[in-house]
């Protein structure tokens, strides 16, 4: 079983700074991929970044980055110079790498951190 | 990437009555899900959506009440049915292709009265 932990219900950040959202996880799976979602107030579910557990470098896409540290069993979003529309709720998630059988290729998701960006 | 689109995009129901969400990814994927997310809360897996077979059901959810069609790969369909006002949720389809990359469509804000 896989679960994910994220002990942000919500989280404020002025305008153009940094911001780490935290996410720590469980899984007995030796391989696995970690992903982070953005949710914004109209509900679509926006693919951010993905981390697989084998990979030795950390992932950034533009403005977001990564920070995984596999023996802590943390993957924490850091979002750089953040942005008015960077508000929304951010879901992270994981999920085997290896197919295993129905149900086990499913996403598991924490409970989310409500981004607010103050102007 | 791929691109998924869903219909309706949003409902008001009636209770009792029954709702069939669509929906279409723009390339040929292996896997399919459908997802629930209540008010307020996180997403929880319904089923596996298996193309030319039944739909691979998550506890607590069962055949009768939800329904699902994959006729092809880039199709699938779940229906609401006998809804109660328990059922007002966003539900979302979400694909998987040859890659590690999971996506997700709008999703569909059901409400039910």
């Known amino acids: 079983a896989q679960k994910i932990t994220q002990t942000q219900p919500g989280m404020f950040v002025q305008e153009k700074e940094a911001v780490t959202l935290d996410c720590t996880y469980d899984t007995s799976d030796q391989s696995y991929g970690l992903f982070w979602y953005k949710q914004p107030s109209s509900g679509e579910m926006i693919f951010l970044i993905y981390?697989?557990?084998?990979?030795?470098q950390n992932a950034t896409e533009g403005r977001y980055s990564l920070n995984f540290q596999k023996a802590r069993k943390s993957a924490n979003l850091v979002i750089s110079a953040s942005q008015l529309g960077d508000s929304a709720m951010y879901f992270c998630?994981?999920?085997?790498?290896?197919?295993?059988?129905?149900?086990?290729?499913?996403?598991?998701f924490g409970k989310g951190t409500k981004l607010s960006v103050i102007p | 990437s791929a691109v998924i689109s869903q219909k309706p995009s949003r409902d008001i129901c009636q209770r009792g009555t029954s709702l069939t969400i669509q929906c279409q990814v723009d390339?040929?994927?292996?896997?399919m899900f459908w997802y629930r997310q209540q008010p307020g809360q996180s997403l929880t897996l319904i089923a596996t959506a298996n193309q030319g077979s039944e739909a691979t059901y998550e506890s607590g959810f069962v055949i009768d009440k939800f329904p699902i069609s994959r006729p092809n790969l880039t199709f699938s369909t779940l229906t609401v049915s006998n809804m109660s006002p328990e059922d007002s949720s966003i539900y979302l389809c979400s694909a998987q292709g040859a890659s590690y990359e999971q996506y997700f469509g709008p999703g569909t804000r059901l409400t039910v009265t």
């Open positions: 390339s040929q994927v292996t896997m």
């Open positions: 998630a994981m999920r085997p790498v290896e197919y295993s059988g129905a149900g086990s290729y499913q996403l598991t």
């Open positions: 981390q697989g557990s084998y990979d030795e």
